[in-house]
């Protein structure tokens, strides 16, 4: 075949501009791509490397004669529109959280569930930016000790809540550091009811609170890995935190082993071998992964690797990746490519 006719939705976004880019990047053999965004984005020009083309109207008709979607434009519009894209005969990729859940998508992160691409009915979901870089950090160790627990605290960026996110953290701290008021509209979450500062502030809020206490973001990281990982005896708790850094989420992992036997050297061994992982972890010389040294990279950066003082067979690290890479659009990228050269990229007769 001359490759494949992709269609990116949600073209114009944080995440949508990057998928532009993985795609420039990728392997995977195109034929041509189409932009698709929402009616106020519609007519904007971008461009496929030297090619400029207009962005369109997102409609059910979008998807005629597209091999292959990849969404980012919400959970509602994907709920919307991914069902007619997979009626028209495109296999779509989905960002959002509309579909993550369902235990009729495959959610997927390569170096860890790859053989769950071969389940899918035309829709595969893309997992949590915070779940991703996490499951990816702990498959190796998971794969040679097991996993009977896991507590993670993310320090989240917040590209994670879009451009105009980005835009509030700048202009905040300009207007913090000359003095002057700024009303927050945008953080923790642009749809609740009272929005904060976070320039100089950490929120201890990402989505909406549940009913348990819980965030939906601290919900989705402990569903998302026991799906991915395919155990729900794995025990996993989180606290999300959103800070005043623009690009890549850092976590602090802590993790119960099911087997004896792992020493920080075994675990820097089985990091370094692992697909899609970078191991940075030398105190000596205060080597260790930071969020600056991440954006723009693919990789997940691990390092502080150290035995719990208190509780014999757990561990500790902290991981550091590009949330609007690896965290989104890389991993709906290297799904499809997965796809492609496993010969999956095609709905099922």
């Keep these: 075949m001359n490759g494949y006719r992709v269609a990116v939705v949600g073209a114009t976004g944080a995440v949508g501009t990057r998928m532009i880019e993985m795609l420039e990047q990728s392997s995977l053999p195109i034929a041509n791509v189409k932009y698709l965004a929402s009616k106020r984005s519609a007519g904007k020009i971008l461009k496929f490397k030297e090619q400029e083309i207009t962005v369109e109207e997102l409609v059910p008709e979008s998807f005629e004669e597209i091999d292959l979607a990849l969404f980012s434009a919400g959970g509602g519009v994907s709920k919307k529109f991914a069902p007619e894209a997979v009626k028209r005969g495109a296999v779509v990729v989905d960002n959002t959280s509309a579909f993550r859940m369902d235990p009729e998508v495959p959610l997927v992160v ?19 930016c915070s779940t991703i870089q996490m499951v990816v950090a702990l498959e190796p160790i998971r794969k040679a000790f097991g996993l009977k627990k896991v507590i993670v605290t993310t320090l989240q960026a917040v590209s994670g809540a879009g451009n105009r996110a980005i835009k509030e953290l700048h202009d905040e701290t300009e207007a913090v550091l000359n003095g002057e008021a700024y009303e927050p509209q945008i953080l923790p979450v642009a749809g609740d009811k009272k929005h904060y500062q976070i320039a100089f502030n950490p929120l201890a809020q990402i989505d909406v609170f549940e009913d348990d206490g819980y965030t939906h ?80 990279k693919k990789e997940t950066f691990v390092g502080r690797v150290r035995p719990d003082q208190e509780q014999s067979n757990a561990f500790h690290l902290y991981c550091v990746s590009d949330n609007l890479l690896k965290g989104a659009a890389w991993n709906s990228v290297q799904i499809a490519e997965r796809l492609h050269a496993l010969d999956l990229l095609r709905v099922p007769k």
Aim: hydrophobic share 35%; glycine share 4%.
């Design 110 to 128: 390569p170096e860890v569930n790859e053989n769950a691409l071969y389940q899918h009915k035309g829709l595969i979901a893309n997992p949590n």
């Design 217 to 296: 973001e601290e919900w989705k990281m402990i569903h998302e890995t026991k799906k991915i990982m395919e155990d729900e005896n794995i025990q996993v708790t989180a606290t999300c935190v959103r800070v005043p850094v623009a690009v890549a989420h850092s976590e602090s992992v802590w993790f119960e082993l099911e087997k004896n036997g792992a020493t920080v050297s075994k675990l820097h061994d089985l990091l370094k071998r692992a697909p899609g992982v970078v191991l940075e972890d030398d105190p000596e010389n205060q080597i260790y992964p930071q969020a600056v040294n991440a954006e723009g």
